[in-house]
């Protein structure tokens, strides 16, 4: 029978060298501390960089949300954009002058302002008794006249859009002079020219609100080119229609 010590020398096996770890000499062990130390490491660094995913892209969905924001023209203030017309289509920024009336599409310097609209201020304006009056005086909607207000100029008396329109409900300068507005910026008397230009619109297009609200936008010529409500009065008419909507909503709940 053969002993094991000359049978392990047949297979001829040199055994593994270890050396004392002051000695400089490299040992083919690798302890088991240093694997331990080992996947640390490797556990550490996976989670330094799924922080800085995450911390990534919580900068990009801010960043995002910043994007959302909009610079008011007039106060220079940053506000959310928060519209209850928030579903209209097109864009009313298009400028067409209309040679056969006064009216040209203007775009207001505060009606592009997107803030948030309370319930309380879609029941109650600082010049409720002007719209009030100038309804009953052309037998029409005081949410109409409300409504074309706000989309115009927010209610601001002293707003000027690049276009030249002035007021409350933006009258043209020769539109104002035609429905006997002798101050512009005087609130009651631009509201009731406005509620005139608009009663006007309303004789005009047989009661076609939309149509009525496209020429008071546009101009009348505009209107009748188009054969409807061109393109680029989407916006406004639907923006109208929906503070006009908001208004009569506030009102009706108390």
Known sequence: MISTVSYLNTLNIKPIKTYPENSGRETTI???????????????KKSTKKQE??????????????????????????V????????????????????NDNNTVKKSSSSSSKSAVSASAMKKTKYDTYFKEAAKKYNISESLLKAI???????????????GAMGVMQL???????????????PEQNIMGGAKCIAQ???????????????????????????GVPSYCNTYVNRVLSYKEAFETANAVG
Do not use: W
Request: proline letters at 3%.
């Open 172 to 186: 043209m300068p020769e539109t104002a002079k035609e429905l006997g507005v002798d101050d512009p910026y005087d």
């Open 53 to 78: 995913k995450t911390e990534s892209n919580a900068d990009t969905t801010n960043t995002k949300v910043e994007d959302t924001r909009y610079k008011d023209p007039v106060t220079g203030k940053t």
């Open 149 to 163: 207000a706000k989309a115009e100029s927010d209610f601001d008396p002293n707003c000027l859009s690049s276009a």
């Open 80 to 99: 959310m954009y928060i519209d209850v017309a928030e579903k209209t289509t097109g864009d009313s920024n298009n400028a067409d002058t209309d040679n």
């Open 30 to 44: 690798t302890s088991f501390e240093k694997v331990l130390s080992d996947k640390k490491d490797q556990v550490s």
């Open 201 to 227: 619109k309303l004789k005009e297009f047989n009661g076609d609100i939309k149509l009525a609200l496209a020429a008071y936008n546009a101009g009348s010529g505009a209107v009748r080119r188009n054969g």
